[in-house]
């Protein structure tokens, strides 16, 4: 996890804290929306990723980030209150594409192409971070 978030940090210019954010919102995003199968083997193959992902649940569940996550869930739900969520984060569509990319690409390597194509398939609406 710590070579991803590093890798996030230089490519899209934030910082290592909002690249855990930010990673953490998408792989939630994926446990909920996704293939169990899949997104269990991309989540246990990144080693640290267990645990950001349910960090991630925990936050999204209580406090007010998790108020704001479930009124941007009622508007949009799906990708679009993913999105709502990361740019509560503060930040923009172009830096939200670049992690959606890297993250991909990171979890390829590390998982395989037939788990992120599955999952893929499943969200047809990631096919525009990949």
């Given at each position: 996890m710590e070579e991803l978030i590093a890798l996030l940090s230089s490519k899209v210019g934030i910082s290592p804290d909002v690249a855990t954010q930010a990673v953490g919102a998408i792989l939630a995003f994926l446990e909920r929306e996704g293939p169990a199968d899949a997104v269990s083997k991309l989540v246990d193959s990144i080693t640290g990723a267990r645990d950001i992902t349910n960090e991630a649940i925990n936050a999204q569940s209580g406090g007010f980030m998790g108020m704001l996550a479930g009124m941007?869930?009622?508007?949009?739900?799906?990708?679009?209150?993913?999105?709502?969520?990361?740019?509560?984060?503060g930040l923009d569509l172009n830096q939200i594409q670049a992690i959606g990319r890297e993250l991909f690409a990171f979890a390829e390597r590390e998982a395989g192409p037939e788990v992120v194509g599955k999952i893929v398939r499943e969200i047809p609406e990631l096919g525009q971070f990949v």
């Open positions: 941007v869930g009622h508007v949009g739900g799906g990708i679009a209150g993913l999105g709502g969520q990361l740019m509560a984060m």
